[in-house]
């Protein structure tokens, strides 16, 4: 009995270190298994994230391609509409030179006419100068030719005269005549005189009037020159002007091509961009992939480490289940057998003493 029950205690503690043990390695399992669920809602988070950090470097770049779109459009209608405006002021210089030229043909027409018009102006002048020259001269020479004549005439009444008259009255009376005729001839004379006078200041008058619009006409012509001077500066102006003008559409071509330089650049930084995004998401698909690889291998352990635990446990229920059978049966016997053999002890030193 003894034996028994010191066995049994034994027994007993060993169970419980055994019972023990067995609970602490489902533990194990158990966190074990949290942390593959740990593990497992980390790998979630961690593509959850990587996709929100894709989509939105994806809405990034999609928005800096709308900015830039955007701007480029500005800036294209900015340069469109100064070209309106420069095209626009190009008509009307192009305009302003034209009605500029009408004038200047209009005032070179102008200067013809009154070109000739003074040159008809000066023949006349000259015909009139001429007149008041030679008008004077043939007037004498006919008063001249008048006077030699009428002598001549009365030289040959007188000398008929005497010839036929033998009186002297009749003498006398013919010198009285002959008086006579002279003062008459005298009075023609000065009339003919006046008459020159009075043609003389009539030209004289003329060649003022002449003279007058001869002024006249210088001072248009003075004008008609200013004019076109003034429409000569005006004419270079324009020109400069258009020139300018042209100067600024270059110049606004230039900047046209340079911005369509500057678009092809920043289109090519773009690409450049949507390139480097590319790598930075493969590079980022590829740590992910290795992540993932990393954590499925240590999931992979894990799972081993588990099969590790369950082959433990399922050798240590083994072992304690055979060890327990093993003792519980030897337990048995053993106390069956002590117990007869005591009890065979018992009836034997009991029936020998009694016998004796």
Not at 45 to 72: G, N, S
Not at 124 to 152: A, I, M, S, T
Request: no cysteine.
């Amino acid at each position: 009995m003894i034996m028994s029950t010191i066995f049994l205690r034994a027994y007993s503690g060993y169970f419980l270190y055994h019972l023990l043990h067995f609970l602490h390695l489902l533990l194990l399992l158990l966190l074990l298994l949290q942390l593959l669920l740990l593990l497992l809602l980390l790998l979630l988070l961690l593509l959850l994230l990587l996709l929100l950090l894709l989509l939105l470097l994806l809405l990034l770049l999609l928005l800096l391609l709308l900015l830039l779109q955007l701007l480029l459009l500005l800036l294209l209608l900015l340069l469109l509409l100064l070209l309106l405006l420069l095209l626009l002021l190009l008509l009307l210089l192009l305009l302003l030179l034209l009605l500029l030229l009408l004038l200047l043909l209009l005032l070179l027409l102008l200067l013809l006419l009154l070109l000739l018009l003074l040159l008809l102006l000066l023949l006349l002048l000259l015909l009139l100068l001429l007149l008041l020259l030679l008008l004077p001269l043939l007037l004498l020479l006919l008063q001249l030719l008048l006077l030699v004549l009428l002598l001549l005439l009365l030289l040959v009444l007188l000398l008929l005269l005497l010839l036929l008259l033998q009186q002297q009255l009749l003498r006398i009376l013919l010198l009285l005549l002959l008086l006579l005729l002279l003062l008459l001839l005298l009075l023609l004379l000065l009339l003919l005189q006046l008459r020159l006078l009075l043609l003389l200041l009539l030209l004289l008058l003329l060649l003022l009037l002449l003279l007058l619009l001869l002024l006249l006409l210088l001072l248009l012509l003075l004008l008609l020159l200013l004019l076109l001077l003034l429409l000569l500066l005006l004419l270079l102006l324009l020109l400069l002007l258009l020139l300018l003008l042209l100067l600024l559409l270059l110049l606004l071509l230039l900047l046209l091509l340079l911005l369509l330089l500057l678009l092809l650049l920043l289109l090519l930084l773009l690409l450049l961009l949507l390139l480097l995004l590319l790598l930075l998401l493969l590079l980022l698909l590829l740590l992910l992939l290795l992540l993932l690889l990393l954590l499925l291998l240590l999931l992979l352990l894990l799972l081993l480490l588990l099969l590790l635990l369950l082959l433990l446990l399922l050798l240590y229920y083994y072992y304690y289940y055979y060890y327990y059978y093993y003792y519980y049966y030897y337990y048995y016997y053993y106390y069956y057998y002590f117990y007869y053999y005591n009890y065979y002890y018992y009836f034997y030193y009991y029936y020998y003493y009694y016998y004796y």
